[in-house]
């Protein structure tokens, strides 16, 4: 079974997290590289993410980022910060004896990105199906290049891509507030949601991705279908999904999943408060095997699953999330041992 985690990282130093970060995550765990959103500007989701379009430049605006006919320093900072975090990642791997067979990296999903960007209007992007459409077609060239960039220091190792798409239940049922915040805008279309998805995720394939995974934070079962339906409908090679708030007709849908051989990850491990341990591990194995058994799945299957923790680890103190990490590790362990002896 494999541990990871969303991508966010305490702290200000990628060299300091990277070497934690690939200490704690040996193979068979899924490494990352590192986010540090409290680097500030640029370092945050939306103007990380935002550095990777081509020929869509923006700039920070104090109501958020905005689309730009040319680039300005705010977005010089955040590829520079982008460019800073791939080198320091490519140092620490060249010094390691065994690099390992697995790295992702991470991107806003174009849904997502939509709503945080603003057009000149003042206006988000959301708003006009025209700007979606041309956000995704530059955010998929610059996702590509974003691939290849990685892929060239990561010593052969295979290179997960997880798409996060925080707010898409929002977006599916228009609860995205305007501008002004007096109205909501239209909902996307599901179909709309699923092209996109589809164009991205072969644009980085193409680049030599070996997996795209399309993460879910916020997802939960609607009358219209569930997000996990939909990201594998648009041909994700997985999803993850927060375990606390899965219901019967989601587990329906990992048993599915799983059969069909896609990767499963589960948001299993709930952020420790200030001081606290992480929960322990006899209550995490039951978490998900209770679950797991009752919907008819041989334990022996287990190791189709991926863990990570339940948020942002960037909101806890790097000893923290450290223990976090550990955690994780230990139950992906105890699982795996219940595998084999089932």
Same mark, same amino acid.
């Given at each position: 079974?494999?541990?990871?985690?969303?991508? &966010?990282? #305490?702290?200000?130093? $990628? @060299?300091?997290?990277?070497? &934690?970060?690939?200490?704690?995550?040996?193979? #068979?765990?899924?490494?990352?590289?590192?986010?540090?959103? @409290?680097?500030?500007?640029?370092? =945050?989701?939306?103007?990380?993410?935002?550095?990777?379009?081509?020929? +869509? #430049?923006?700039?920070?605006?104090?109501? %958020?980022?905005?689309?730009?006919?040319?680039?300005?320093?705010?977005?010089?900072?955040?590829? *520079?910060?982008?460019?800073? =975090?791939?080198?320091?990642?490519?140092?620490?791997? /060249?010094?390691?004896? !065994?690099?390992?067979?697995?790295?992702?990296?991470? @991107?806003?999903?174009?849904?997502?990105?939509?709503?945080?960007?603003?057009?000149?209007?003042?206006?988000?992007?959301?708003?006009?199906?025209?700007?979606?459409?041309?956000?995704?077609?530059? +955010?998929?060239?610059?996702?590509?290049?974003?691939? *290849?960039?990685?892929?060239?220091?990561?010593?052969?190792?295979?290179?997960?891509?997880?798409?996060?798409?925080?707010?898409?239940?929002?977006?599916?049922?228009?609860?995205?507030?305007?501008?002004?915040?007096?109205?909501?805008?239209?909902?996307?279309?599901?179909?709309?949601?699923?092209?996109?998805?589809?164009?991205?995720?072969?644009?980085?394939?193409?680049? /030599?991705?070996?997996?795209?995974?399309?993460?879910? #934070?916020?997802?939960?079962?609607?009358?219209?279908?569930?997000?996990?339906?939909?990201?594998? %409908?648009?041909?994700?090679?997985?999803?993850?999904?927060?375990? %606390?708030?899965?219901?019967?007709?989601?587990?329906?849908?990992?048993?599915?999943?799983?059969?069909?051989?896609?990767?499963?990850?589960? %948001?299993?491990?709930?952020? $420790?408060?200030?001081?606290?341990?992480?929960?322990?591990?006899?209550?995490?194995?039951?978490?998900?095997?209770?679950?797991?058994?009752?919907?008819?799945?041989?334990?022996?299957?287990?190791?189709?699953?991926?863990?990570?923790? !339940?948020? =942002? @680890?960037?909101?806890? &103190?790097?000893?923290?999330?450290?223990?976090?990490?550990?955690?994780? &590790?230990?139950?992906? *362990?105890?699982?795996?041992?219940?595998?084999?002896?089932?």
């Amino acid at each position: 079974m494999t541990a990871t985690a969303p991508g &966010t990282w #305490p702290g200000t130093d $990628p @060299l300091e997290a990277a070497k &934690t970060i690939r200490g704690e995550l040996g193979d #068979p765990h899924l490494p990352f590289l590192v986010e540090l959103p @409290l680097r500030g500007v640029g370092a =945050d989701a939306v103007g990380r993410t935002a550095a990777l379009l081509v020929d +869509l #430049p923006v700039d920070l605006q104090p109501h %958020g980022w905005r689309l730009v006919d040319r680039p300005g320093i705010d977005q010089r900072r955040a590829v *520079s910060l982008l460019s800073r =975090d791939i080198n320091t990642l490519a140092d620490v791997i /060249g010094e390691e004896e !065994a690099p390992g067979s697995g790295l992702k990296i991470s @991107l806003q999903g174009p849904l997502s990105l939509a709503a945080g960007l603003y057009l000149h209007n003042g206006e988000r992007a959301l708003a006009d199906a025209g700007a979606r459409r041309e956000l995704t077609e530059s +955010l998929a060239a610059g996702a590509a290049e974003y691939v *290849s960039r990685v892929k060239a220091v990561a010593r052969g190792a295979a290179l997960t891509v997880q798409v996060d798409e925080p707010l898409l239940d929002r977006i599916l049922d228009g609860r995205i507030p305007t501008a002004s915040g007096y109205r909501t805008l239209r909902s996307v279309p599901p179909q709309e949601a699923s092209l996109a998805w589809n164009l991205l995720r072969e644009s980085m394939l193409a680049a /030599g991705a070996a997996a795209v995974v399309l993460n879910l #934070p916020s997802a939960r079962h609607r009358q219209s279908g569930s997000g996990l339906d939909l990201a594998l %409908g648009a041909g994700a090679d997985g999803v993850a999904l927060p375990l %606390g708030v899965l219901g019967n007709g989601d587990w329906e849908g990992i048993a599915e999943a799983v059969e069909a051989g896609k990767q499963v990850w589960l %948001g299993a491990l709930p952020l $420790p408060a200030a001081g606290e341990s992480p929960r322990q591990v006899t209550a995490l194995v039951q978490d998900i095997t209770a679950p797991w058994m009752r919907i008819g799945l041989p334990l022996r299957e287990l190791p189709a699953l991926g863990i990570l923790p !339940a948020g =942002d @680890l960037a909101d806890l &103190t790097p000893s923290s999330a450290r223990r976090v990490l550990e955690r994780l &590790t230990q139950t992906a *362990s105890a699982l795996d041992q219940l595998a084999a002896e089932s």
